[in-house]
């Protein structure tokens, strides 16, 4: 399995940016597709996922209403379409598989596969 993530980038407050997923090596039709992030000095943190077969969606509170997650499936593309960026979530972003497709899992050691990751940097 491979995962390709991009779209990162330098954005003023209440920007927008979309990141992508390129997934590739599998079929994902069983999987959980997620985004977390990482800030410097800190842990990395669950941010969205989505079952890759029913498109299920699953975010952390702090981001509900302002990023959305979805899947190509055309594309093997996951995509995290972010609005409204605050300074707060500034981090290295990463993508992520599951087997199992439950979207619920929040930690990271519950995923299998991880894509390098990509820097998306708000400015207040």
């Known amino acids: 399995v491979q995962l390709q993530a991009s779209g990162g980038g330098l954005v003023q407050a209440g920007g927008s940016l979309t990141l992508s997923c390129a997934a590739s090596g599998r079929t994902f039709s069983s999987y959980a597709m997620g985004w977390f992030r990482q800030a410097p000095g800190k842990e990395r943190q669950f941010v969205a996922a989505i079952r890759w077969s029913n498109e299920c969606t699953y975010y952390t509170n702090s981001v509900k209403g302002r990023f959305t997650i979805s899947r190509d499936n055309a594309k093997n593309t996951v995509y995290l379409q972010m609005n409204s960026l605050k300074p707060e979530d500034t981090a290295v972003y990463y993508c992520?598989?599951?087997?199992?497709?439950?979207?619920?899992?929040?930690?990271?050691?519950?995923?299998?596969?991880w894509g390098q990751g990509t820097q998306v940097t708000v400015s207040s």
């Open positions: 992520a598989a599951r087997v199992g497709g439950s979207v619920y899992y929040t930690n990271p050691g519950a995923y299998d596969y």
